[in-house]
């Protein structure tokens, strides 16, 4: 009875969360958000773009403008739902339109593609955010505030209903999971590559799929005897407990695989369990924190250093020159050549 009375409570108090979060214009629903749900969000930023527009603005100041105010409108809707492709779609036309000055009744050319434009200045674009990568990498953060919080209301929730901690969120099913956990958990694959967990007593980590000794995970270090395992998505602690590595395989082993074995062994036994628990320690950046600029540029440029840095961003000149010298840079002027295209 006693518990009984706690869930209820758990999940009266989640219900304020979410009427709160309805009351600040996050549009929540028991199942997936249709599109109906969605249209008015980006009817919103539609019309800010459309009243935004003036002759009297530059294409540097559109840039601008662009990208301090437009671009960080949806910031905070883009944090708590998955915003479907077309939405996407949609909201980037939509402010290319307003770059370019491209409007009804006023045709203009769009000197270059969106995907281009959405490229960090170092990588060969104008550093507009993308929204696709940062609706993913915002989605991500609710990982980190998951581990940050743990007397959360919330936590305790999701805890109770999904089973997060066999072993940890990394592997928590999307089976019967609410629309809004499925979007975390799609969010919590790409996140996962930065993730590297310091050992404490063992039982949140996963011994072969997280990345715990080494720079990956065991499953990629040692593979011919991950596919043999029987013991897959188990806790450090189930199968080490400091003297017996506790593994058992589908099959005989050939002596080469034996080998990898030994290997194995040897590297588990300099593990020292603690009596803390395991933590997580994110390799996006240097100080082991969730930043969410790191993993947006890991997600986009995939962790490549550009070569060559465009120089002009340096100069010390108006931002219309600027621009002039990246279209100029990138052949995107209007030209005779270049029209004819």
Known sequence: MRMRTTILLDCFAAKLVLSQLSTWGVPLHFSKLKREDIQPV??????????????????????????????????????????????????????????????????????????????????????????????????????????????????????FKYNCKNPNILCCPELNASSFWKRVLWACKAAHMGVRWKVGDGRTIRFWEDTWVGTCCLATQFWDLYILAEQKNVSLASVWDGRTLKISFRRRVEPRLIKLWEELVSLVELVNFETDCDSIIWTFQGNGQFVVHPMYKAVSFRGIQPVHTPAFWQLNVPPRIHIFLWLMANNKTLTRSNLVK
């Not at 944090?79 to 006023?106: C, H, R, T, Y």
């Open 42 to 159: 980006v009817d919103k930023l539609i019309k800010r773009v459309a009243g935004w527009r003036g002759k009297l603005l530059s294409s540097a100041g559109k840039f601008t403008l662009l990208k301090s105010c437009l671009a960080s409108i949806p910031i905070y809707l883009l944090s708590v739902i998955k915003f479907p492709k077309w939405a996407i779609e949609s909201i980037n036309s939509q402010m290319g339109n307003f770059l370019w000055n491209d409007n009804e009744g006023k045709h203009k050319y769009h000197l270059s593609n969106w995907p281009s434009l959405t490229q960090e200045k170092d990588y060969g674009g104008w550093g507009i955010p993308d929204l696709s990568s940062l609706n993913l990498c915002l989605l991500a953060s609710w990982i980190n505030r998951y581990h940050l919080n743990e007397a959360a209301i919330w936590k305790k929730i999701i805890d």
